[in-house]
């Protein structure tokens, strides 16, 4: 069954509103990673986290890891139209394995 | 070189049919990926190769059969396959196989079983 849950599972903004997605892990993650699929494409590579209770930014986007390490959060300040696409976390667990979350589907209306 | 290439683009094919995906790289990474993707799903983990060896099958069924030829190409063989098995199959590369290793996609392959 999943293993990682995302939410939520779609998001509609308007261009300049923030958006934010959340996932979800049942066990202890070691580290986790984010990626951007645009429609059509294939996952893209964002950012990765590892330790404990970590932000990280890349321009607009900010990244955070939970303290517990089995939460993590995506943070898109003043979306724009290229910031449409789902976005997906992966957790790795089991040393050697990447669990992809659900997907958060963001829609942004210019 | 930084990307994976994955031919065909698109393909379709009959139940009985045989038909073969392939992936390559050149960026000499050690870890191969196939994962496959249901529309509005994310991808789910096939196999994995590791130094040119099968590490991780993730009970798929044996109509797909992968193979590892060299470090920089990977294949899919496809035998029998049923409608169900429409899906884009992602191939992935990292630099090692264990560990918090950073995943370069393909473009896919967009398979549709008749």
């Known amino acids: 069954g999943q293993q990682v849950m995302q939410i939520p599972q779609y998001q509609h903004v308007q261009e300049g509103e923030d958006f934010t997605t959340y996932c979800n892990s049942s066990?202890?993650?070691?580290?986790i990673q984010w990626y951007k699929q645009r429609p059509g494409g294939h996952p893209v590579f964002l950012i990765q986290?590892?330790?404990?209770?970590e932000v990280k930014k890349q321009k607009r986007l900010t990244f955070q890891f939970g303290e517990a390490k089995k939460n993590s959060s995506l943070h898109i300040t003043a979306t724009q139209t290229t910031d449409v696409g789902t976005y997906f976390c992966?957790?790795?667990?089991?040393?050697?394995?990447?669990?992809f979350g659900s997907g958060t589907k963001l829609n942004v209306k210019p | 070189d930084t990307e994976v290439t994955q031919t065909p683009k698109h393909l379709v094919m009959g139940m009985t049919n045989k038909k073969s995906l392939k992936c390559e790289q050149h960026?000499?990474?050690?870890?191969m990926y196939w994962y496959k993707q249901k529309a509005k799903k994310p991808p789910e983990l096939m196999f994995v190769?590791?130094?040119?060896?099968?590490?991780i099958n993730e009970s798929v069924p044996s109509r797909f059969s992968p193979e590892c030829p060299n470090s920089s190409l990977l294949n899919l063989h496809l035998h029998a396959l049923q409608p169900e098995d429409s899906a884009l199959y992602l191939c992935?590369?990292?630099?090692?196989?264990?560990?918090?290793?950073?995943?370069?996609f393909g473009a896919g392959s967009r398979l549709t079983v008749l």
């Open positions: 992935a590369s990292s630099l090692m196989a264990a560990g918090a290793n950073v995943l370069t």
């Open positions: 066990t202890t993650l070691s580290n």
């Open positions: 986290l590892v330790k404990s209770g």
């Open positions: 992966a957790g790795l667990r089991n040393f050697n394995k990447f669990y």
């Open positions: 960026m000499g990474h050690r870890a």
């Open positions: 190769y590791s130094y040119e060896k099968l590490s």
